[in-house]
């Protein structure tokens, strides 16, 4: 069994490898190709917490199976330890062994990254050269890292509620990644005139207003994953002509910025197009022409976690990396 720390999966495993991971991972996706069973949540009330396993399997070249174990408990602050505990765990699919266990932590940060980047590389303009990002918290670095691999961009407007963190992380970001950060102290200038713009909050209401998207735009929707969240405004969502979901039956069961317009009646359900797999077999149709604004939003998926986790074992494997544990 080989064990591997956050160091270990940056040492074998770029951005760019996890974009195409996530992108096959989804193809198989929605071929029919895999088995993701609904998340069991079991609740520790003696602790105030609760522990979630998400498994998954996925028949590929080289199947891959396993299960995400993401504790969530408040009181560890307290303790000066991580209140959102994350381990993942991948299995031999054809002995059913263990056969490695990852940070799950780094690991949720970077596909969570990297199934954005597939799907602006996708669906945004050739040319876009200006980044939005909107929300500067733990997911935020692999969101940045994954728009500037999908596209070159020439620089990145950040916003957040705390100005002071959106100037930190700007200064951070742009030493590690040598492209121009500008913290922004509005979401509308944030937001104005850019390409690509991508919001990761658990905000309850829209981080953005429509009439602030320009033309051709493509936008991300990342952060809301309950039903009450609700980080796209449904004007946007109406504008756009292409709106696609990493799953259907994820966003239509957690994503609030999209359930609750339909509930209203402001959107048909028509309206959403599909899948990124689907897109990615060439199934249904992406963005048209440079004019139109397109939309992507993801709740996430074990399918993605398993795939990804087996793709990383491989790579570390060829490298020599993590330690064996017999």
């Known amino acids: 069994m ?41 609740n520790v009330a003696k602790q105030e917490g609760q522990s979630l396993y998400m498994p998954a399997y996925v028949e590929a ?6 299960v995400k174990i993401v504790s969530v408990y408040p009181k560890n602050i307290e303790k000066n330890i991580p209140s959102v505990p994350a381990t993942m765990v991948t299995l031999d699919a054809e002995t059913g062994m263990v056969s490695a266990i990852l940070d799950g932590t780094y690991l949720t940060q970077l596909r969570t990254g990297a199934v954005q980047g597939a799907a602006t590389e996708m669906l945004a303009r050739k040319d876009a050269k200006i980044g939005a990002l909107i929300g500067t918290g733990g997911q935020a670095e692999g969101q940045l890292w994954a728009m500037l691999t999908a596209r070159e961009l020439e620089s990145v407007r950040i916003f957040d509620i705390d100005f002071a963190r959106a100037e930190n992380f700007s200064k951070e970001m742009e030493a590690k990644y040598k492209v121009k950060m500008v913290p922004c102290h509005e979401a509308k200038e944030c937001v104005e005139g850019a390409d690509i713009i991508t919001s990761v909050t658990t905000s309850k209401r829209p ?19 309950t039903p009450e969240m609700c980080e796209i405004p449904k004007e946007a969502i109406k504008a756009a002509t292409t709106v696609i979901f990493d799953t259907i039956d994820g966003v239509m069961e957690e994503a609030g910025d999209f359930i609750q317009p339909l509930k209203e009646g402001y959107i048909k359900k028509d309206h959403y197009k599909g899948e990124l797999g689907q897109l990615a077999l060439n199934q249904i149709e992406g963005r048209k022409d440079d004019k139109e604004i397109t939309i992507f939003k993801t709740v996430g998926s074990a399918v993605l976690d398993v795939y990804v986790a087996n793709k990383i074992v491989e790579k570390a494997k060829e490298k020599g990396l993590g330690q064996e544990i017999n």
């Open 2 to 42: 080989l064990f591997l720390t956050k160091e270990n999966i940056i040492e074998s495993f770029t951005m760019r490898d996890a974009i195409d991971a996530c992108r096959e991972s989804l193809e198989l996706y929605s071929k029919g190709k895999a088995s993701v069973p609904l998340r069991t949540n079991i």
């Open 61 to 66: 070249d080289q199947d891959a199976l396993g």
């Open 207 to 225: 981080t953005f207003s429509a009439e602030w998207v320009k033309e051709g735009a493509h936008i991300n929707g990342v952060g809301a994953y």
